[in-house]
């Protein structure tokens, strides 16, 4: 099998002072996507390259403390392609493909992080800009390759993928073109929520972030961010999930799905 987990960090420093290393080491997956690793490549070095013996892969954030994504791999990558070629996004550190490609197959693994706009209107209309350049790039990638992205995607598609569904409706992660959009992503594009292929009813147990507001995290009000979104060869391959709540390394939990290899 092969275990691949998303995480969104919330920063790698803090991810990794509450024992994100040692749940790796007996967790063992063969890639960690993660995402929000508010660092640079200076902070990295020589502490966070390896995680538990997986080797990372970034792509950093001009700004510093903000964003960032990366894969950690078990196996060494045939390509690494940092940003997906966006003049306003890729400055902010969002996405990180790594290759495995063999004479037989074109394999991909990528983290992503969506923007998020609960900040305000001008940071929404910024992730309206988002979705609607990285359509294209996901659909043209799949003409090409098979892939899996796993990543915080701050939309939470269907009903059943947040708690407080109708009380959210004008919110961002929730409002009616981010979930046309995923909607698209997946009935046109043909792409597949790997985690609703093998679970299409969950609720309760299926979210993945939780507020600091409140006691959300206490009475499970969370939201579904959290995705593998993959091609349909490699999405009919997955065998189990397990959203790992009780994991304390950020505001969101992993979330680890297990592919039969080919």
């Known amino acids: 099998m092969f275990k691949l987990t998303s995480l969104n960090l919330n920063g790698i420093r803090s991810a990794t002072s509450k024992g994100l290393e040692a749940w790796l080491a007996t967790h063992q997956p063969d890639c960690i996507c993660v995402q929000e690793v508010k660092a640079q490549s200076d902070d990295v070095k020589g502490r966070f390259e390896e995680l538990a013996g997986l080797k990372g892969y970034f792509h950093f954030a001009l700004k510093k403390g903000y964003s960032g994504v990366g ?50 209107e001008e940071r929404q209309q910024a992730k309206f800009r988002f979705l609607s350049e990285f359509y294209p790039h996901l659909t043209s990638l799949k003409a090409q390759r098979e892939f899996i992205l796993c990543g915080d995607v701050n939309i939470a598609h269907q009903q059943i993928d947040l708690k407080n569904w109708k009380s959210n409706q004008k919110n961002s992660g929730f409002t009616p073109e981010e979930r046309a959009w995923m909607g698209k992503l997946l009935n046109e594009a043909g792409l597949v929520d790997v985690y609703r292929r093998l679970h299409p009813d969950a609720t309760d147990t299926a979210y993945t972030w939780w507020s600091a507001r409140g006691q959300a995290y206490a009475n499970n009000v969370g939201w579904r961010l959290d995705y593998h979104l993959a091609t349909p060869a490699l999405a009919a391959a997955a065998r189990s999930c397990h959203i790992y709540k009780d994991q304390k390394f950020s505001d969101h939990a992993p979330i680890t799905i297990e592919y039969e290899r080919s």
Do not use: C, M, N, Q
């Open 71 to 120: 894969v950690y791999s078990r196996h060494e990558p045939s390509d690494v392609i940092v940003g997906y070629g966006s003049s306003e996004f890729d400055a902010e550190g969002r996405y990180v493909e790594v290759r495995f490609d063999t004479p037989k197959t074109k394999l991909s693994i990528i983290s992503a992080y969506f923007p998020s706009g609960s900040s305000g």
